[in-house]
């Protein structure tokens, strides 16, 4: 373990081994890293542990700089941040790791240990290294509290409390389901950010209609195609995502019409998986409790023309932005995932297990709170709501005040919520 102090708090860097496969303990093991953070002026209290579960999947715990960003947990937790199985500095999972593996049926196998399951899993190992066994508090943000609701119903007695911000997912539904919904909210979130820049109608029909030709290239390589660029609209779900997005469409020629070098630069920055290879690769598996997912967003995609870049290129209509989708072009343009290309095909056709126990879930014994987001484009409330209910004794706070990066960017106040509400105090 590596010690090290930031303003107001005291940071250890910590490695734990664990099986790859939890099925097989004996068999191949990987590392999982996790940072503990502790305020500097409580290092030899006697605290409770708050595990954090990051959003994705596929990216790593944050990196904190002082403690401004988790004062409210610092002032009751020793926090761990843990970077989920194949992020940050955990054992690697994407292109260059899993080349060695041969096949894409192998890399597809390897792969399919990376859900919420298997999370749940490495953490209920390294909580009994870390506390001694006695359970801790679960904090999941987005995907993190789809792990969270799966550790609820794979290993309860490792939970003292569950606070879950943007991440109640849906019980019953399928993945179509969820994408039949979220492509109603994108749209949506389209003419909300049309209405408040009108301007960029037409910009965004005049970069779409130089990419038509598709012979433009990122610097990496990649094509940006009329579907890339609309993908750009992922970022309508941050609270200040539709700003950024204006930001970067107002000035996006060179001369005349050829797109400037920083354009491209900073669309790439949006288009690529190489910061998160995972997440483009495992994203529709999170909704999967049972069955395959077939590339849900593409197919259910064509039941919405309004999203048909087409039509707006012909004069009918603003073009539509899409949202948190993985389409199978991603994967086959992207230079960090194009040689997983044949091992994606063969997960979007994996037959998944259920993630969640529901029978378990409506007996729960543990204190849970959630945030749900009233207008969360990337988590429905539509969804989440009912799964509120479902689990017993969880008490959710639906809210329009924040969108999905509430607690990012709440300044405790989301988490000072929950763990009022989880404690009988709201």
């Known amino acids: 373990m590596i010690c090290y102090r930031q303003p107001g708090i005291v940071l250890t860097d910590r490695n734990f081994t664990v099986p790859l496969d939890h099925a097989k303990p004996d068999g191949d093991q990987i590392q999982v890293f996790a940072r503990e953070m502790v305020a500097a002026d409580r290092t030899t209290d006697e605290l409770p542990w708050l595990v954090f579960l990051q959003g994705g999947p596929g990216f790593g715990s944050p990196r904190p700089v002082g403690r401004d960003a988790w004062g409210r947990a610092l002032s009751d937790y020793r926090v761990l941040l843990l970077d989920q199985r194949g992020t940050g500095r955990s054992t690697p999972a994407n292109r260059l790791t899993l080349a060695r593996l041969g096949s894409a049926r192998a890399q597809a196998d390897y792969l399919a240990l990376f859900r919420a399951d298997s999370i749940v899993a490495d953490a209920e ?19 993190g509290g789809f792990c969270t609701v799966r550790y609820l119903s794979q290993a309860p007695e490792g939970v003292r409390e569950a606070l879950i911000t943007g991440g109640l997912p849906p019980l019953d539904a399928s993945p179509d389901d969820v994408y039949r919904t979220t492509y109603g909210l994108v749209a949506r979130k389209n003419a909300e950010h049309y209405a408040r820049y009108p301007g960029d109608v037409e910009r965004a029909i005049k970069i779409a209609r130089r990419l038509r030709p598709g012979d433009v290239r990122l610097p990496n390589g990649a094509p940006l195609t009329v579907e890339a660029f609309q993908s750009l609209g992922r ?9 950024q997005l ?12 050829e797109l400037s070098d920083d354009f491209l630069q900073q669309v790439q920055q949006h288009v690529t998986f190489s910061t998160g290879p995972l997440y483009a690769l495992v994203h529709e598996a999170c909704y999967a409790n049972g069955g395959a997912t077939e590339w849900s967003a593409q197919r259910v995609r064509a039941e919405f023309p309004e999203f048909n870049a087409l039509t707006a290129l012909d004069g009918d209509g603003p073009l539509l932005f899409t ?18 290309t044949e091992a994606a095909e063969i997960l979007a056709r994996h037959v998944w297990p259920p993630l969640y126990d529901t029978a378990r879930l409506q007996v729960n014994e543990v204190p849970a709170a959630a945030a749900v987001y009233y207008d969360d484009m990337y988590v429905p409330q539509k969804f989440s709501v009912p799964t509120a209910r479902s689990i017993r004794g969880l008490r959710p706070w639906v809210t329009n005040e924040y969108e999905h990066d509430g607690l990012r960017v709440s300044n405790g106040k989301v988490l000072d919520r929950l763990i009022a509400l989880v404690r009988g105090n709201a």
């Open 125 to 143: 190992l390294i909580r009994k290294q870390v506390t001694g066994g006695r359970p801790w508090t679960v904090l999941g943000q987005s995907f």
């Open 323 to 340: 949202g948190e989708m993985i389409y199978p072009w991603m994967v086959e343009n992207d230079p960090v995932l194009a040689p997983l």
């Open 246 to 257: 204006h930001y970067l469409l107002e000035d996006p020629f060179a001369v005349g019409e």
């Open 235 to 243: 970022m309508l779900g941050s609270s200040t995502g539709s700003h």
